[in-house]
Nanobody, 125 residues
Framework: QVQLVESGGGLVQAGGSLSLSCAAS????????MAWFRQAPGKEREFVAR????????SYADSVKGRFTISRDNSKNTVYLQMNSLKPEDTANYYC??????????????????WGQGTQVTVSS
């Protein structure tokens, strides 16, 4: 059974930093992609960042480019999201996602077959 478990969310003041982790178990992807999405109350789930397991190619939403960094440790089956210069509009539930495919932007949540339960990030002004 595939499980993605996120950790690292919390409350932070605007301008602060948080680091999220997502550990995958039950599956080892030889390739594919892992990503972070987020969903704020009353809004649709939106793409944040993704990384290919092979090669490490990354892609970011314009709203987080230059502030967030996605990375992975394939030996630990873990993906990370370092979030700096946080803004109140970054407040959301952050979800980790995994896909067995890799190619193109992969910004659509429908391309990911595995999801974590989410971790809340709250940025106060």
């Amino acid at each position: 059974q595939v499980q993605l478990v996120e950790s690292g969310g919390g409350l932070v003041q605007a301008g602060g930093s948080l680091s999220l982790s997502c550990a995958a178990s039950g599956v080892t992807f030889s390739g594919g992609a892992m990503a972070w999405f987020r969903q704020a109350p009353g809004k649709e789930r939106e793409f944040v960042a993704r990384i290919f397991r092979s090669g490490g190619s990354t892609s970011y939403a314009d709203s987080v480019k230059g502030r967030f960094t996605i990375s992975r440790d394939n030996s630990k089956n873990t993906v990370y999201l370092q979030m700096n210069s946080l803004k109140p509009e970054d407040t959301a539930n952050y979800y980790c996602a995994a896909s067995s495919i890799a190619g193109g932007p992969m910004t659509s949540w429908g391309l990911y077959g595995y999801w974590g339960q989410g971790t809340q990030v709250t940025v106060s002004s």
